[in-house]
């Protein structure tokens, strides 16, 4: 009888402890998706570097060869400029003019790699490789997405390569950034913006899984 008192007791205490690590391993668990975000370690390019906030000018020559890298939701987005600095010249209306097709940093395109399918603008952008182009105006900004991400400048150019088209509004802020810089920014629910900053102007294109 106390045989089997004892063995009872001992059962009981495993099946509590097996239900109380079972319990643990359940509370510890992460999602697939939250640890190959968290693990999620960009593959910077040759001599590329990530602009920062910057708002006194340096002492480098030409345009720098950057990246930018980001998460929204579950996509990897990756943005490969070259940044120019305003070295105290007059960018917008001046170096950069208003109302005609801007590469929106210098000598190659601007390229932008999604590996998931995003919206952009509330527009749908299929996974891939694309140029990104502007047209900057004074009050209005028109974003543009281009099939031909490999070309000088926007000398190869062609509207009917364009895989979409939106417009924003540009912000005039106080602080100036030195050098052109992308920042991708993610936000809850599958949201978030990639920013444009130079000079004293931002521009946020909006967006999401």
């Known amino acids: 009888m106390n045989a089997k008192i004892t063995n009872s007791f001992f059962a009981l205490i495993f099946c509590t402890s097996l239900s109380y690590c079972n319990q643990a391993a359940k509370e510890l668990e992460v999602p697939a998706e939250e ?84 919206t952009i603008g509330e527009k749908l952008l299929p996974a891939g490789k694309y140029a990104l182009f502007t047209i900057p105006g004074k009050e209005e900004w028109t974003i543009i997405i281009n099939k031909n991400w490999e070309q000088h400048l926007t000398d190869d150019y062609s509207e009917k390569d364009d895989v979409l088209r939106f417009t924003v509004r540009p912000e005039y802020t106080e602080q100036p950034q030195e050098r052109l810089r992308y920042q991708i920014v993610s936000e809850a629910n599958g949201k978030g913006a990639i920013n444009i900053r130079w000079d004293k102007l931002k521009v946020t294109v909006p967006v999401a899984m």
């Open 35 to 118: 640890t190959q975000h968290a693990n999620h370690t960009p593959e910077m390019s040759e001599d590329a570097v990530i602009i920062q906030d910057q708002p006194e000018p340096d002492t480098l020559k030409g345009s720098l060869k950057a990246e930018a890298h980001g998460m929204v939701g579950n996509a990897h987005l990756t943005i490969n400029y070259h940044s120019p600095a305003v070295r105290g010249r007059n960018i917008w209306g001046g170096l950069v003019a208003y109302d005609l097709v801007w590469v929106t940093g210098a000598h190659s395109a601007t390229s932008l790699t999604t590996d998931k399918d995003i």
